[in-house]
């Protein structure tokens, strides 16, 4: 079975720019997590999606957004990109409404310069 | 609120060594406890869990014993190789209702360097 997959994996962009990353969850899991990880903050919660639905959100501005689509693919939105928003983003998904395990993709690298 | 405290690194740790990294938490209800690695240029991999007091977690020779007196996840492996040389996060997660799939909260990461 395909893990999870995530496009693209490197991305620059400049200040002011907007990007959108994408999320492939493993085949049959219907959740997904999105985390940034960055040198300072370490990794921390983004959101978190099931069934289309938005259901935890973390503690980011507005300028992060995120959706979810019927096949379970999922893609998160950064507008008006700034310099610390430069970061590795990560997609976990899971199997059910309340799994316990999360399995990550390989992550999508951003830099904005 | 939830939160994961590892202990500082970097690690580093000659080949066959015995390899301890602290994990303390603390939390509401009772969590689920995890320990993800990550390669240089890679994601997360989920190294073992576990899921209720006193459970082992283990895999690839690492194990990780849940103890909800001391609030402790430690990771242990008794002799480690180069190829071990990675990350290491310690996470929880804790969940509120039966219908919450609740984030992972995960300590800062300890890097672990294995010289032969």
Redesign the interface.
């Given at each position: 079975k395909a893990g999870?997959t995530?496009t693209p994996r490197y991305l620059i962009k400049t200040r002011g720019q907007q990007v959108t990353l994408s999320c492939s969850p493993i085949s049959g899991h219907r959740?997904v997590?999105w985390?940034q990880q960055t040198p300072g903050q370490?990794?921390q919660?983004l959101f978190?999606y099931?069934s289309e639905t938005q259901?935890?959100k973390?503690n980011f501005p507005g300028r992060f957004s995120g959706r979810q689509f019927s096949n379970s693919r999922s893609e998160m939105n950064v507008s008006t990109l700034e310099l610390g928003d430069s970061a590795l983003y990560?997609c976990?998904s899971?199997s059910t409404?309340?799994?316990?395990?999360?399995?990550?993709?390989?992550?999508t690298r951003l830099t904005v310069l | 609120g939830d939160s994961v405290t590892q202990m500082e690194g970097p690690v580093t740790l000659s080949e066959e060594a015995f390899l301890t990294i602290n994990c303390t938490y603390t939390a509401t209800g009772y969590p689920s406890l995890f320990w993800y690695v990550q390669y240089p240029g890679e994601g997360l991999q989920l190294l073992l869990k576990a899921t209720k007091a006193d459970d082992k977690g283990s895999n690839k020779g690492f194990e990780a014993t849940y103890r909800k007196e001391t609030t402790s996840f430690h990771l242990e492996k008794g002799s480690v190789q180069v190829s071990d040389s990675a990350v290491y996060f310690c996470a929880l997660r804790a969940f509120l209702s039966n219908f919450g799939n609740e984030k992972l909260t995960f300590g800062t990461g300890t890097r672990l360097t294995i010289i032969p």
């Open positions: 999870v995530q959740s997590s985390y370490g990794l919660f978190e099931f259901r935890n973390g990560l976990a899971s409404a309340t799994a316990d395990t999360q399995y990550f993709g390989p992550g | -």
